[in-house]
């Protein structure tokens, strides 16, 4: 194939939430051309249908309308006579859900998520291509992190760049800064009581830090687009730039404001880890359908445990308080039923139809490969640790990963080579330790990994006698929102959507907390439910509550072993 593909957008009536494409093919091949709109998005493990916003197909060819037939849910075929000089495919996308995978348009604004919008014709998928934008006189930015061809026009080397390249239009604020010579832009997409000098700092304290431990930066420049937004949050990595959310007013909470720099961090890694150190099934992508991987836990898990680190040894996180997060991630995953139940890389692996497509029996059947991902990836940097008495650390692996795998071999790597690179860093075979955190659903032994480093485990639950379920009222009842395995509220049969009435014959209002505290384990309580409109009457048993709860402490009398491995993993 020769030439470029030539995509015109335009915005004749943006209060409609409607962006117009249209697509330019010369001299096509054959006698049809299939257009695709992509079903997923690379970063998110879900199948979320863009096809479903697409109307108003069209093609012609020099002023003259071509047969399109639409084959699947996302794939239009032109059909054509052969040595005609040009293929104009023109369609329509409703765009009206903010978020960082999706697109959004009215009058004010356009945030334009590459695979939301953008089709592509098979087989031309290796073609550079050119945007150009009409856009309304009022918007005065366009922000991409794509190089600029002049008259509001940017160029991709392919669609795998153009897919991954979020557009920002309209009247943003931006913010320049630059960080060891590379040209940084945040895109502040709504208002919000952000300080732009404290964003520059803050940004570029992570920013030094995560370019410091792999030795250089891999983009040509960054963008950052932030969508200040009334509620909500979460956040997607690309090759070039993140799209990150945050609470518009949250600037000024000290709390909230942390959790979101550890966002920043998180997506900011995501430049070498996941998009350039990546597990071999992600990339290049099938747009068509589910790319599955075992492997996400190394993707976004080492991110994740990578993230709040990094705001450590930035000193914006202090020790107690990063401590204080690790025990919190260690509680809600040995708080999780579904750690009994499903393996870390088939959470991985059922992410699909699992993690992204989560109800109300969710926690009792899997687990989330993020926040155990973290837990196993402190665990091996620990035992790295330890295994080179201070020498090496997951650092080391990470970078092994990135000079090996993207910038010699230019692939990603398998499961058996991932396990590889942490031998070859740590001198000694991690199988029985990988096979146990990864593949089983064995407990993770955190005592033994935490005193390398002088830190212990102590459980400050108080005894409480809960029944395992979960109520919020809502229009004035009292109903069950999660009903938890194996424990007193399942045992009896409740289940979630139950209206719970009356406990011992006296009238639930909203907080049942008052009743449970006067249980007595083993003494048989009777609540009054309505479910479905009908009323039964259950009999539950109360039985002590098992949740932990754990703080992350230091050890008495610390071996200067122990002192130094402890500085060592922390800095």
Request: charged fraction near 25%.
């Amino acid at each position: 194939m020769q030439g470029e593909v030539i995509y015109k957008v335009s915005f004749p009536k943006p209060e409609t939430h409607y962006v117009h494409v249209e697509m330019e093919i010369e001299k096509p091949a054959g006698t049809y051309t299939d257009f695709i709109m992509p079903v997923w998005t690379p970063g998110s493990y879900k199948v979320r249908e863009f096809s479903r916003n697409v109307d108003h197909v069209t093609a012609n060819s020099d002023g003259k309308d071509l047969n399109v037939e639409k084959l699947n849910k996302s794939t239009w075929r032109v059909s054509f006579k052969k040595g005609i000089s040009k293929i104009t495919f023109s369609y329509k996308v409703y765009a009206f859900e903010m978020g960082v995978r999706t697109s959004y348009v009215d009058q004010f604004q356009g945030f334009l998520h590459g695979v939301s919008v953008f089709m592509y014709a098979d087989g031309y998928q290796k073609q550079a291509c050119k945007i150009s934008f009409a856009k309304p006189d009022s918007w005065k930015n366009i922000t991409v992190a794509l190089p600029e061809a002049g008259n509001n026009t940017f160029v991709a080397e392919n669609y795998d760049l153009l897919a991954d390249s979020p557009f920002a239009l309209g009247n943003h604020d931006l913010i320049h800064f630059e960080v060891k010579g590379l040209k940084h832009r945040v895109a502040m997409l709504g208002e919000g009581n952000y300080d732009a000098e404290k964003i520059k700092t803050d940004f570029t304290k992570i920013i030094e830090k995560e370019i410091s431990m792999f030795g250089e930066h891999p983009s040509p420049e960054y963008v950052v687009f932030i969508q200040n937004v009334e509620s909500g949050g979460g956040g997607l990595e690309h090759l070039n730039s993140q799209t990150s959310v945050i609470q518009r007013w949250a600037y000024s909470n000290e709390a909230k404001y942390k959790s979101f720099l550890g966002l920043i961090a998180h997506e900011y890694f995501h430049l070498w880890n996941v998009k350039r150190i990546r597990p071999i099934e992600l990339g290049p992508f099938d747009y068509t359908q589910e790319n599955y991987t075992k492997m996400l836990w190394v993707a976004e898990g080492i991110t994740s445990y990578y993230d709040d680190l990094f705001l450590k040894r930035c000193d914006i996180y202090k020790e107690e308080e990063y401590l204080g997060i690790i025990a919190t991630a260690i509680n809600k995953n040995e708080n999780l039923p579904g750690a009994k139940v499903q393996s870390l890389d088939m959470s991985s692996f059922d992410a699909w139809i699992k993690f992204y497509n989560p109800d109300e029996n969710s926690d009792n059947i899997s687990i989330s490969y993020y926040q155990k991902g973290m837990l196993a990836s402190f665990i091996l940097d620990l035992e790295i640790i330890k295994r080179t008495n201070g020498k090496k650390k997951l650092d080391d692996v990470m970078k092994y990963l990135y000079t090996e795998y993207y910038k010699t071999k230019k692939r990603g790597f398998t499961e058996e080579e991932f396990a590889k690179a942490l031998e070859t860093v740590a001198g000694s075979s991690f199988e029985t330790l990988l096979k146990d955190m990864i593949y089983t659903t064995k407990p993770l032994l955190y005592d033994t990994y935490l005193g390398y480093v002088g830190l212990t485990l102590k459980n400050q639950a108080s005894a409480k006698m809960p029944l395992g379920i979960n109520t919020k009222l809502e229009n004035g009842k009292t109903l069950v929102k999660f009903v938890e395995v194996n424990r007193p509220g399942s045992k009896a049969g409740l289940s979630v959507n139950d209206e719970i009435i009356a406990i011992n014959g006296y009238r639930v209002n909203g907080d049942i907390d008052e009743f449970t505290a006067r249980f007595k384990e083993g003494v048989e309580a009777e609540m009054t439910v309505s479910r479905m409109g009908k009323l039964i009457t259950i009999k539950i048993t109360p039985e002590k509550d098992p949740t932990l709860n754990y703080k992350l402490v230091k050890m008495e009398n610390l071996t200067d072993e122990q002192k130094a491995l402890f500085d060592f993993w922390s800095k």
